[in-house]
């Protein structure tokens, strides 16, 4: 069965403090793989498309990786403006896309 | 930047009413989805649409319709409301990348919709 999980579900941060996010991933036909930050009450905005395993993109203070399992969103010393909901998603054949349910980040000052 | 917009942020309506949720892109993207996002359940698609006056159902089209008269516009349709569909509403569009086979999603601001 195609899924994606998301793990941890919620993680609080002290600013500076780095960690990762996981998402860890089971699907047919990967065309790529999305990571999306939600603010509250808002859509999410897409951050980064990964392709292939191996690859690594970075963007100020996250940087995502991709395996054929899993892909993991580092985050490096974080601010509080950081703080939201990131969503990880795969596309897989037929225009087919799969959610994870998020990690709901919170960076205290 | 695509820009996906929503026509209205919130809303509330009763059991009942029919509900109208329009969509609009402006960059000529060929596909357009509707889902809903609710607390531990992710993002659940409802229908999507690759062309003008095609549809797709997706994983939870019951009691949900659509209408895709123009290609930046695609309507989601409540034809009588229920408590059970109070939720966000996330429109998203997306361009055919025949190169990479991966296809961004971008996504308008949500409706927040609450059923009485």
């Known amino acids: 069965e195609d899924q994606v999980t998301q793990s941890p579900e919620a993680l609080r941060l002290q600013e500076g403090e780095s960690s990762s996010l996981n998402c860890s991933y089971t699907v047919s036909g990967l065309r790529g793989l999305f990571w999306y930050r939600q603010d509250p009450g808002k859509g999410p905005e897409f951050l980064f498309t990964?392709?292939?395993a191996g690859e690594e993109k970075e963007k100020e203070r996250l940087k995502a990786t991709l395996t054929k399992k899993e892909s993991f969103l580092h985050i490096t010393a974080p601010k509080p403006e950081d703080s939201a909901t990131y969503l990880c998603a795969v596309q897989a054949a037929f225009n087919k896309f799969y959610f994870g349910s998020g990690t709901k980040l919170n960076v205290k000052p | 930047d695509v820009k996906v917009t929503q026509s209205s942020r919130y809303l509330v309506k009763r059991t009942g009413e029919k509900v109208f949720l329009e969509c609009v892109q402006d960059?000529?993207?060929?596909?357009m989805f509707w889902y809903r996002q609710d607390p531990g359940l992710g993002l659940r698609l409802i229908y999507f649409?690759?062309?003008?006056?095609?549809?797709e159902k997706g994983d939870i089209p019951e009691g949900y319709s659509v209408s895709r008269e123009k290609k930046e516009r695609f309507s989601l349709i409540l034809e009588s409301a229920s408590t059970n569909q109070t939720s966000m509403y996330l429109c998203?569009?997306?361009?055919?990348?025949?190169?990479?086979?991966?296809?961004?999603?971008?996504f308008g601001a949500g409706s927040r919709l609450t059923v009485l």
């Open positions: 649409s690759y062309d003008v006056k095609m549809k």
């Open positions: 990964l392709y292939s």
């Open positions: 998203a569009s997306s361009l055919i990348r025949r190169s990479s086979g991966a296809n961004v999603l971008t």
């Open positions: 960059m000529d993207h060929e596909n």
